[in-house]
């Protein structure tokens, strides 16, 4: 059994002076307050780009190439409009934003989504699911339901983001780096607040033994070297062991995407 922890997925410091591509191309993108998902994907599929033409420099990139790429994606890789989609918006910000090149007429075979009737379940099925799930799992997808949060933004939630007296809760810093208020269900306060006490258990437990501590964006690790070790910032979800997000909850991620999205309800119960 492997003891070492699993290394966060963070941004991690770039040298500014660095003369490699994708070194430039992030720092690049950080300075623009693109959101450090988009950083990830842009450069993924910047570097699928290059290997896929074969380019020895950054002199050598094209516009030209990008439309045999994306028909590529659609003809051989047969990838949805969204992937696709995805792709072009990674390209384009390569050549227009960062290279300075003008992009126009770009000709493509575009990805063809299949039609499809979305399944949503009713308010019964989606309560018969809850109940077969307990603990974290259960709270994370009660949550999920009753305040309209997206799975990483209920996997990041912090206790100073609870607000009991106003019934709300605070989304802080999610898609595309807004923030934003949303009710929480009244129902849930016993639970969370018992949550909250088994997260300051665990953070005295973690104390003891010289374990404590939890990941604080951007500088404010050190602006507030200790908030680290506040009951305020660790995350409602933690169970006990170290890992940033717990590998159970993952269990639930299908459960989350299925109430949001619509799926059927025989999978998810064994029918």
């Known amino acids: 059994m492997n003891s070492n922890p699993k290394q966060l997925d963070i941004r991690y410091a770039i040298n500014t002076g660095s003369p490699r591509f994708f070194d430039k191309l992030r720092l690049f993108i950080r300075q623009r307050g693109l959101a450090y998902s988009t950083e990830k994907t842009y450069c993924l599929w910047i570097r699928r780009f290059i290997l896929f033409n074969r ?21 051989n890789r047969h990838c949805s409009p969204n992937t696709q989609r995805t792709a072009l918006n990674a390209l384009v910000f390569l050549f227009r934003e960062y290279l300075g090149v003008a992009v126009n007429d770009l000709a493509f075979v575009y990805a063809r989504e299949k039609p499809r009737v979305p399944v949503v379940l009713s308010r019964d099925e989606a309560s018969h699911i809850i109940d077969r799930l307990s603990a974290t799992p259960q709270l994370c997808t009660q949550l999920m339901y009753g305040s309209g949060l997206r799975v990483g933004e209920v996997l990041h939630l912090r206790v100073k983001d609870i607000d009991f007296a106003n019934s709300g809760l605070y989304v802080m810093e999610a898609k595309g780096g807004k923030s934003r208020r949303t009710l929480l269900p009244e129902s849930l306060i016993p639970t969370l607040k018992q949550q909250i006490g088994f997260v300051e258990w665990l953070l005295a437990s973690d104390t003891h033994t010289g374990k404590a501590g939890v990941y604080l964006p951007n500088a404010l690790a050190t602006q507030w070297p200790n908030a680290q070790y506040e009951l305020r910032w660790q995350y409602l979800s933690l169970l006990a062991n170290f890992l940033l997000i717990p590998a159970v909850v993952l269990s639930a991620v299908i459960i989350f995407r299925r109430i949001r999205f619509g799926g059927p309800l025989s999978r998810l119960s064994g029918q």
């Open 55 to 75: 380019y020895g420099s950054e002199a050598a990139f094209r516009t030209q190439d990008i439309g045999s790429f994306l028909s590529h994606l659609s003809n």
